[in-house]
């Protein structure tokens, strides 16, 4: 069955420095994604972050990095030149198919990333 | 702002009321899903709409009901309630459910109380 697991109930960042969030995943899926959401305080699920099982390259957006070793099925999150408005819980997910040829999203447990100044 | 609105924020409801939660996107899209996030578990899908057609029901108990009456507009019906429904209750949009880079959007959710 398809998981993810964040073994990381909680962070602790300077500001200005880098952080790794850790994910790995379990699928027998040839094709797959894999995403990172940022949830604030407000609730809101903001997209950060996708990578798909046949990208070669790592992806990045802007601060942001996924380290994709797909031998270890591992996806972790790095932030770089963490800023005070980084705080919040990361959630990493991943595409799964369902009945009907459709595809779910499966989320992690979350890590709470608090950013010090 | 993301372009999918759902209200109310907030919701305290009692065992016996009937109350409704909605969700409007403005992207666009063509699939909807209700999450439900309780604390200290990972994200729960609960609805798949695709096309106002209902593609996924996981095992979710009859006091929701959902109803899709167009692309743009997804509701979550609510009656005698449990204290453990208690949750924030997250609605998401796509372009579609079926590729696997598919990006969903979300709402900021409604955090529902049940007394």
């Known amino acids: 069955a398809q998981k993810i697991t964040q073994t990381q109930p909680g962070m602790f960042v300077q500001e200005k420095e880098a952080v790794t969030l850790d994910c790995t995943y379990d699928?027998?899926?040839?094709?797959?994604?894999l995403f990172w959401y940022k949830q604030p305080s407000s609730g809101e699920m903001i997209f950060l972050i996708y990578q798909g099982s046949y990208d070669e390259q790592n992806a990045t957006e802007g601060r942001y990095s996924l380290n994709f070793q797909k031998a270890r099925k591992s996806a972790n999150l790095v932030i770089s030149a963490s800023q005070l408005g980084d705080s919040a819980m990361y959630f990493c997910a991943m595409s799964s198919p369902f009945s009907g040829g459709y595809n779910k999203l499966i989320f992690g447990a979350g890590t709470r990333l608090a950013v010090h100044p | 702002e993301t372009g999918v609105t759902q209200t109310p924020r907030h919701l305290v409801m009692g065992m016996t009321n009937k109350k409704s939660l909605k969700c409007e996107q403005h992207?666009?899209?063509?699939?909807m899903y209700w999450y439900k996030q309780s604390a200290k578990k990972p994200l729960e899908l609960m609805f798949v709409y695709n096309f106002k057609e209902q593609t996924e029901n996981n095992s979710v108990p009859s006091r929701f009901s959902p109803e899709c009456p167009n692309s743009s507009h997804l509701f979550l019906h609510l009656h005698t309630l449990q204290p453990e429904d208690s949750a924030l209750y997250l609605c998401?949009?796509?372009?579609?459910?079926?590729?696997?880079?598919?990006?969903?959007?979300f709402g900021a959710g409604t955090r529902l109380s049940v007394l």
């Open positions: 992207l666009g899209h063509n699939a």
């Open positions: 998401a949009s796509s372009q579609d459910p079926v590729s696997d880079g598919v990006l969903q959007y």
């Open positions: 699928t027998s899926d040839q094709s797959y994604g």
